[in-house]
C-alpha cells in the first residue's frame, strides 16, 4: 500500500527539541500547502476521503491521534504519537483520521494546492476507481 513511517531526526539541546521537515529531502515531494486539525472531540471522524493527485504527510505535532489508511486491498492503523514522527500517504489512498486527544494538532503537508475536484468522498466509487487502476 502506497503509505510510509517517517521518523524525522530530533534535533535540539538543553532549550528543547527541534524537528525539521524539508520539501523533497525529509519527505519525497515539494510542499504546496499546509494545513492543520485540532479541537475534534475523540469521537470525531475525519478524512474520510482519498485524493486522485495530492500527496500528504500527516505529523501530530502536539497530541495523538490515529490514522486508517486502505485500499482496495487492505487497511492499516497507524498510532500517529509523536511529535517527530510522520505518515507519508500517497495518491489515491483512502484515510480515516479519529480518536484524536483533547491537545491534539494535526499538522498535514500537501504536495497540491487545494481543488476540491481532486477528491473522492464516496466511498464506493473510491473502490471502484482503485480497483480500475
Ligand atoms: P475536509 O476535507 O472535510 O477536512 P478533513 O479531511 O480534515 O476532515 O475539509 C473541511 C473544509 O475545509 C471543506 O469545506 C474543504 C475546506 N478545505 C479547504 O478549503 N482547503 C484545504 O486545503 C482543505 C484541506 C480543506
Redesign the pocket.
Known amino acids: 500500500m502506497n503509505y510510509k513511517i517517517i521518523n524525522f531526526n530530533q534535533l535540539g539541546d538543553e532549550r528543547g527539541h527541534l524537528v525539521v521537515v524539508e520539501g523533497n529531502k525529509d519527505i519525497p515531494f515539494d510542499i504546496k ?1 499546509i ?1 492543520y ?1 485540532y479541537g475534534s472531540d475523540t469521537d470525531v471522524v ?4 482519498a485524493n486522485r493527485d495530492s500527496e500528504f504527510v500527516l505529523i501530530n505535532v502536539s497530541g495523538t491521534s490515529k490514522v486508517k489508511v486502505k485500499d482496495c486491498n487492505e487497511e492499516v492503523v497507524v498510532n500517529l504519537d509523536h511529535p517527530h514522527m510522520g505518515i507519508y500517504l500517497g495518491k489515491m489512498v483512502w484515510k480515516e ?1 479519529y480518536d484524536f486527544s483533547k491537545d491534539s494538532v494535526l499538522l498535514v503537508l ?1 504536495s497540491t494546492h ?1 481543488s ?1 475536484e481532486e ?1 473522492i468522498r464516496d466511498y464506493n466509487e473510491y473502490i471502484k476507481e482503485c480497483e480500475e487502476a
Open positions: 500547502r494545513f486539525i475525519r478524512g474520510m476521503h483520521m500537501a487545494y476540491n477528491y
